[in-house]
């Protein structure tokens, strides 16, 4: 074939200079993922554009959009195998058989399942109001298929959804819903057009695609400018007054108010936070909208104002996550809040963001929080690509991301963590909108223009997760034959079937084989720089 002729590749047509500037492996790789056969029901292939980058983006619009569909695992006896790569594969599903005996003498990951672990919550994302602009900056049609893509049970199954209370950068505007001052009983408390118009619909478009109710997880950014000590929604400041005091009251008040209208709507909560990184308040000049507290504050607040008001309210089963920061601030925040019994009886986890992850080992953070406070859950609650000043905003095809995406989700949880949740659903091609320009990247973004959306590879990263770790799933042990480059996390699934996800992050291909003592072994090969989920069922006539 020649380079000079348009070559498909995953579904698609790559023009003749797209071709040529593609990596040689890359195209190679692509060409030769056409014959690929698929076992998901109703998979739909990539249409993929190259945008100069390590990788490509699988472009949707209203009619077409790649799909994995209802997956579907075959009988015992057989493995599926779904696969992703900076080649170009995007859940590539492949089946092979469960042998007997060991054909390999190399590297054998074993299933350890008496060793058992936490269960898994969720993976989601947030329904910004910038996220909110964009789906519905398309048309009907192509709403719907983004929608679908991360709801749906033909898309990767994404059950949580974070919810900003009121603005953060991710809005155009800044604005709280008690905007009134003084208005101490919250008489004036109402949601914003943001709301009813855009977020409300859109989530409850997202929960009439899902099979499951979608666990909605509520954060706010700051308080009313009128309780603060800064009296702005932007820069340092934090609450006046003491815990316990009237300015205490009436921002706790605040997240009944919160929960109270959006029932209304039938949307109901399973979280909510203390507050989106409550850090970020306590930094002079600080650019958009925080509220600080140190770790003493959000103990006293939750055990004189915010707990007694969820206990008195019809929300007392809602779930309040503390922190909703990064894990370097671990374990000491846990320990002051949980230590205290007064708070720790209204709390059921911890939410950590993944920014300066890089910093603070997840033994020494997350692993140390597991060990001392055991019965409180860990939870993602923040994580994007594209934050820090030399690798900013909207990277199309980007695989260097999803491996940081997907590295970052197995290290959490293999010390403990339920869940991962990534902000913005969808961004537009600059990386908002962002009323403070602070730009970033999404599994999702929108050509508006066009009537298109882009499936970042980070996205498919999200999936190899979302998609296959259903809620319940507990992780277990993996033990290893020889020392490894490869990242692994396992699970065994409510209905008994096996789950294992492994990342290559080298430029070599590795084989390797898999042990689990109930069913027997699996030949694998790890392509270089991929990310491979494998699932098998361990009983007869299983339902999946």
Excluded at 323 to 347: E, S, T
Aim: charged residues 15%; aromatic residues 12%.
């Amino acid at each position: 074939m020649s380079l000079k002729r348009q070559v498909r590749v995953c579904s698609t047509i790559l023009p003749d200079k797209m071709a040529l500037s593609l990596p040689s492996s890359v195209f190679l790789a692509l060409v030769f993922l056409a014959a690929v056969v698929n076992f998901s029901t109703g998979h739909i292939e990539c249409t993929a554009r190259y945008f100069g980058l390590d990788s490509v983006v699988c472009e949707c619009n209203s009619t077409y959009c790649d799909s994995i569909g209802s997956v579907t695992l075959p009988p015992l006896g057989q493995y599926s195998s779904y696969l992703s790569s900076m080649a170009g594969s995007r859940l590539e599903e492949t089946r092979g058989q469960v042998h007997v005996n060991s054909t390999w003498a190399g590297l054998r990951l074993t299933i350890v399942p008496y060793q058992k672990y936490q269960k898994i919550r969720g993976f989601g994302g947030a329904m910004t109001d910038a996220a909110a602009i964009n789906i519905l900056s398309l048309s009907p049609g192509s709403q719907d298929q983004l929608l679908r893509q991360y709801f749906s049970n033909e898309g990767i199954s994404y059950s949580v959804v974070r919810v900003p209370m009121a603005s953060c950068d991710f809005s155009t505007r800044l604005y709280t819903y008690a905007d009134t001052p003084e208005d101490y009983n919250l008489d004036n408390f109402t949601l914003a057009p943001e709301d009813i118009k855009m977020k409300i619909p859109l989530l409850q478009r997202a929960q009439a695609m899902s099979p499951q109710p979608l666990s909605l997880l509520a954060s706010a950014w700051s308080a009313p400018a009128w309780l603060k000590t800064n009296g702005a929604l932007i820069g340092k400041g934090s609450l006046k007054g003491q815990p316990g005091g009237k300015e205490h009251k009436t921002w706790a008040q605040y997240y009944i108010r919160f929960l109270e209208e959006y029932a209304k709507y039938n949307l109901s909560f399973w979280a909510l936070t203390t507050g989106n990184e409550p850090s970020a308040g306590q930094m002079t000049n600080y650019s958009f909208q925080a509220l600080g507290f140190t770790p003493e504050e959000q103990r006293d607040w939750v055990a004189l104002d915010l707990g007694p008001a969820l206990h008195a309210s019809s929300y007392q089963h809602t779930h309040v996550l503390i922190l909703d920061d990064n894990r370097l601030l671990l374990p000491h925040w846990a320990k002051v809040v949980l230590n205290d019994v007064h708070a720790g009886r209204y709390i059921h986890g911890v939410a950590v963001h993944w920014y300066m992850d890089d910093f603070v080992p997840a033994a020494l953070s997350l692993g140390t929080t597991h060990h001392l406070y055991p019965e409180y859950y860990l939870f993602g609650t923040e994580a994007c690509a594209g934050w820090t000043g030399l690798d900013r905003g909207v990277k199309l095809g980007s695989w260097e991301r999803a491996e940081h995406y997907a590295h970052d989700i197995i290290q959490d949880l293999n010390h403990y963590v339920v869940g991962w949740t990534d902000w913005n659903l969808v961004l537009d091609q600059t990386g908002g909108p962002n009323w403070v320009k602070n730009f970033v990247d999404s599994p999702v973004i929108v050509d508006a223009q066009h009537d298109v959306f882009y499936k970042q590879p980070t996205f498919y990263s999200m999936a190899h997760f979302s998609k296959f770790l259903w809620e319940g799933s507990q992780r277990v042990g993996v033990s290893v034959s020889q020392e490894t480059v490869l990242e692994f996390s396992a699970f065994i699934r409510p209905d008994g079937s096996v789950v294992l996800i492994i990342l290559n992050r080298s430029s070599s291909v590795i084989q390797f084989e898999v042990w689990d003592p109930v069913v027997g072994y699996i030949p694998s090969t790890a392509p270089a720089h991929s990310l491979n989920t494998l699932a098998w069922n361990t009983v007869i006539n299983n339902t999946n």
